[in-house]
């Protein structure tokens, strides 16, 4: 595991480079990105080779007899690792010049700092084998993305994100904490090699516990709060890699503590199968909801975590159920998405960051026709936003389609897992439509039609670093698209690390399915282009003019006129009544007169709604009681000391 | 393989003739005589002899989608079983393909109608893509039943030699369930009332011809293409589900094919000449009914095959 650790050395030494130069902007943001770089590459080609060559690494450090490291890395760990260094490469990339007018080079050093940390961290948590590496590593990467999420700590919505991110990772953190706590009293060791002799009760109980703490990570619902506010806080190139690859630790979590427990109950697979449709579903309404193009990208987050944990569950449901091409299609498919997620996710927040950091807003309402000025990054929004729909011939589609394909294979099953795959592949369907609805939202209220306020008139693009690494991810959503079989057979190899029962996974049926997608994209892309082709000669000496667009005889139109994202969205948020409360103040107009009125509409998410009376006031009731504790008395606290140390002296 | 090319391009090139049809019928019931059978053809020629008028707010996206809806239902035609022979390509999983190709093609004609930052089309769009949500899980719902019958997710599986006619022998009448839910799918997808109006000017009531209201010449020739073949797609599996029967007599086949299309056309012609659209807040409704068709059809054929 030499070159995993050179790796993470490289990406630290950047990180404390920009830190000791500080007060040079250009040589510690260039230094730090070079050094970033320079590690993610490494890693990223280690990581690979490991995959393709289907090996495991281990590497452990002792340390006075108390601190004992364990490092391991088979095949998931290093397709999780393949993914989080290729993100955190493209988001150092892009960092180098969307930082570049940032207030404060220290400030921005700081960030890097912290940058290079998280990324550590991640990539430790991936490879953690034992419960200590794994919960200082948990705890490093919650800790970095805090202090990353508070980059501009002026403004009060930034420091109300960092402080309900804080809350949310580590009460999940507990979670997984008091679970890792209850396993060593079963085993007597730290390592995750004794997991499977629980008792089954205990093992069920875990998996639930360690769902509700991973799944607080990952973003599923009602866990997910902290999402919509975290993201939009934290610079765009810092959201890419949260929403990227952050909340895949918690799935790489998930897919661990199931290998581990060895546990084929059935049960697993409903939970995970129904938590990721309400995920799913839930998390696009509400993105069709916002007015902020990064809150709707990190409830478009959530909507992915639901999809790749309805590929988890069907997984699961086909190892309990015994048919292992289902649990083949549902795993692979889920770790296929994990990495098309990374890809085109960090590619869309890349482009918002673009948008926000030349126009200097966030409101969807504001912006318009940004398509004819900004053509690179409008451009790898498209290419971005057709991936995430799912549709051929880019990389969401292959995904998907594994998973489908898994999900009709428990058609043939009976009764309740018959019941969870309909749900499941209704699931998809659904998501995948509503998808489409939101994403053509914001391209069409973003980057086409007319500028609706100044602050998106006239704005080009700029940064040769940011569109370079727009341009990578795009370039990759579209090969992986048309050619999925490389990187289709990473995923399978991650899939045999999984600890299934079946020995080893031949490639072969599934090249067929993948060579299938290929030929699919190919008639696609050929037909598009005869059809432009003859196009293009029915146009040969035709007379072509522009014009004004036709306002059906209005004569004064004005761009305000223009379809917006809320009534865009209106009718499909109002179909989910329900779960997506609509909120509209709107005073009435009085007398006979024209006067001056305001209208504002809000879509509510009910778990956040929940979480005020639900949560928070009972926990504040309780701990105002306790508040006599704290009398301020210092004879008091030395008496808590004094009581503290006789009370442990009954235990040692 | 050249008997499945021919019957393509049979297909693209007779699609515009199927929609006259309506027309026809239409006519029928106002007690008129109606354009001729080849007004469609009329139009394409004329529509491709003219020039284009560009909006100033358009960009290249605006030039993609009609090329894109195109593509994509010719596409969808090359996976389907004509006449119950074999399609130009089919491999286990291409009803999805298809599926999500179509999806693409709506893709871009929203796109395209977002482009021109004009209210009424962003109306269309709004529209579009709403209603297809609920169609796309009714699909999905025919999909998981015709997979409980047969096991495969092809066309050619479903449509082609006695595939169509073993639907029957398995599922029997809960199929008919299947159909009147395809049917409701077909005039969703194809804007036809109840749904949507192509007849009618007004932007309140429209869905698909709003979203195309600035195209012009050759392009709006691509997209009238596109909406043909696409309605011709969507006949042709209810044409091969209505009359699944197999004969011995090769021009049989085709025969019967273009009667079962001949029903399905006579059938939109009537219900757009005798029912008023719905008003547009019914309409998920509407789509809603398929659904529960297909839901419960599949139900019935669980308890049937157990």
Redesign the interface.
């Known amino acids: 595991m030499i070159h995993f650790f050179v790796a993470i050395s490289l990406i630290l030494a950047g990180g404390v480079l920009s830190l000791v130069t500080a007060r040079h902007h250009l040589f510690s943001r260039a230094g730090a990105v070079i050094l970033i770089s320079a590690g993610c590459v490494w890693g990223l080609v280690d990581a690979v080779a490991a995959l393709t060559g289907s090996v495991t690494h281990t590497a452990s450090f002792q340390y006075l007899n108390l601190f004992f490291l364990a490092f391991e890395m088979d095949a998931l760990s290093a397709f999780f690792l393949g993914v989080i260094f290729l993100v955190c490469l493209m988001a150092a990339v892009y960092s180098f010049h969307y930082t570049e007018d940032d207030t404060g080079s220290v400030r921005t050093a700081v960030t890097a700092f912290f940058f290079s940390l998280l990324a550590v961290s991640m990539a430790m948590v991936v490879t953690a084998a034992n419960i200590i590496t794994f919960m200082l590593s948990w705890e490093l990467m919650s800790l970095s993305s805090f202090f990353l999420v508070i980059h501009r700590y002026e403004q009060k919505e930034n420091q109300y994100a960092g402080f309900l991110y804080f809350v949310f990772s580590h009460v999940g953190a507990m979670f997984i904490f008091a679970r890792f706590g209850v396993i060593y009293k079963f085993t007597g060791s730290f390592g995750f090699t004794d997991v499977h002799t629980l008792t089954e009760g205990a093992k069920i109980l875990a998996f639930v516990l360690f769902f509700i703490g991973f799944g607080s990570k990952a973003g599923v619902f009602p866990f997910h709060v902290w999402l919509p506010h975290a993201h939009p806080a934290a610079p765009s190139h810092i959201s890419a890699v949260m929403s990227g690859v952050m909340i895949k630790t918690g799935i790489y979590g998930i897919l661990r503590i199931y290998s581990l427990l060895e546990l084929p109950a059935p049960v697993f697979g409903y939970l995970v199968v129904g938590a990721g449709v309400v995920s799913g579903i839930l998390g696009v309404v509400y993105a069709l909801g916002q007015t902020d193009i990064k809150r709707l990208l990190a409830y478009s987050s959530v909507e992915n975590v639901g999809i790749i944990l309805i590929g988890t569950g069907l997984g699961m449901i086909g190892v309990a159920s015994r048919n292992p091409l289902m649990a083949v299609l549902g795993f692979s498919g889920a770790l296929f998405h994990v990495l098309n997620h990374a890809l085109f996710k960090s590619l869309l927040f890349m482009g918002a960051g673009m948008v926000v950091h030349q126009t200097g807003t966030r409101s969807m309402d504001a912006l318009?026709?940004l398509?004819?000025t900004m053509k690179i990054t409008?451009s790898a929004f498209?290419i971005g936003s057709?991936s995430i729909?799912?549709?051929?011939p880019f990389n969401g589609?292959a995904g998907?389609?594994v998973m489908?394909?898994g999900g009709?294979q428990g058609?043939?099953l009976d009764k309740i897992p018959?019941a969870v795959s309909?749900a499941a592949?209704?699931g998809?369907?659904?998501i995948?439509?509503?998808a489409?609805?939101c994403f053509?939202?914001v391209?069409?209220?973003v980057f086409?039609?007319?500028p609706r306020t100044g602050a998106a008139r006239n704005k080009t693009e700029s940064g040769t670093t940011m569109q370079t690494a727009m341009g990578v991810l795009a370039a990759a959503c579209v090969i992986i698209g048309v050619f999925p079989g490389w990187f289709f057979n990473l995923s399978l190899s991650a899939v045999g690390a999984l600890n299934l029962g079946y020995a080893r996974i031949p490639m072969a049926p599934f090249a067929?399915?993948t060579g299938?997608?290929t030929?699919?994209a190919f008639?696609?892309l050929v037909?598009?282009l005869?059809?432009?082709g003859v196009?293009s000669w029915?146009?040969r000496a035709?007379?072509?003019?522009?014009?004004?667009?036709?306002?059906?005889g209005f004569t004064q139109p004005t761009?305000k006129?223009?379809?917006t994202g809320t009534?865009?969205?209106?009718?499909?948020v109002r179909?989910f009544r329900p779960a997506a409360p609509l909120e509209e103040l709107h005073p009435p107009v009085a007398g006979r007169f024209p006067v001056a009125t305001r209208y504002e509409s809000r879509v509510h998410d009910i778990a956040e709604r929940c979480m005020k009376p639900g949560v928070v006031r009972p926990v504040q009731f309780l701990f105002d009681r306790l508040r006599w504790i704290q009398h301020g008395d210092i004879h008091l606290y030395i008496g808590y000391i004094l009581l503290a140390i006789v009370l442990l002296l009954f235990f040692i | 393989m050249f008997e499945s090319i021919f019957l393509w391009l049979g297909a693209v090139l007779t699609a515009p003739f199927f929609s006259a049809v309506i027309l026809k019928v239409k006519a029928f019931f106002g007690g008129k005589k109606g354009p001729p059978l080849l007004i469609n053809y009329y139009t394409l020629i004329k529509l491709i002899k003219k020039g284009s008028v560009y909006s100033t707010s358009t960009t290249a996206v605006f030039k993609l989608g009609p090329v894109v809806s195109c593509a994509t239902a010719l596409a969808a035609l090359l996976f389907l079983p004509i006449a119950g022979r074999m399609p130009v390509i089919s491999f286990n999983g291409d009803v999805i393909l298809v599926l999500y190709l179509l999806g693409l093609g709506r893709f871009f004609t929203i796109a395209a109608a977002m482009d021109t930052a004009s209210p009424f089309e962003g109306m269309g769009a709004a529209r579009e893509a709403f209603f297809p949500i609920i169609c796309e899980a009714a699909m999905f719902m025919t999909l998981i039943f015709f997979y409980h019958m047969t096991g495969e997710l092809s066309f050619a599986a479903y449509f082609s030699g006695d595939g169509t006619l073993a639907l029957w022998q398995i599922a029997g009448p809960s199929l008919l369930f299947i159909v009147i839910a395809f049917f409701i799918i077909l005039l969703t997808e194809n804007a036809r009332v109840p749904v949507d109006d192509p007849a009618t000017h007004l932007e309140l009531t429209m869905i698909h011809e709003v979203m195309v209201l600035d195209h012009s010449g050759p392009d709006f020739a691509l997209i009238e293409l596109g909406a043909f073949c696409k309605l011709f797609f969507y006949a042709a599996i209810l044409s091969g589900l209505i009359l699944p029967f197999e004969s011995g007599f090769t021009g049989m086949g085709l025969l019967l094919f273009v009667a079962g299309l001949g029903i399905v056309y006579l059938v939109v012609g009537v219900i757009e000449s005798v029912i008023a659209r719905y008003r547009m807040d019914k309409v998920p409704q509407f789509v809603l009914t398929s659904f529960a068709l297909a839901f419960f059809a599949t139900i019935i054929t669980l308890e049937l095959m157990q």
């Open positions: 318009g026709g398509l004819k409008g498209i057709l729909c799912g549709l051929p589609f998907e389609l489908y394909l009709f058609i043939t018959f309909v592949i209704i998809l369907a659904v995948g439509g509503l489409l609805a053509t939202r391209l069409g209220i086409q039609g007319e067929q399915m299938d997608i030929a699919g008639v696609i037909l598009v005869v059809v432009a196009r029915f146009y035709k007379p072509v003019s522009r014009s004004g667009t036709w306002g059906c761009v006129m223009q379809y009534s865009y969205a209106f009718d499909i179909f």
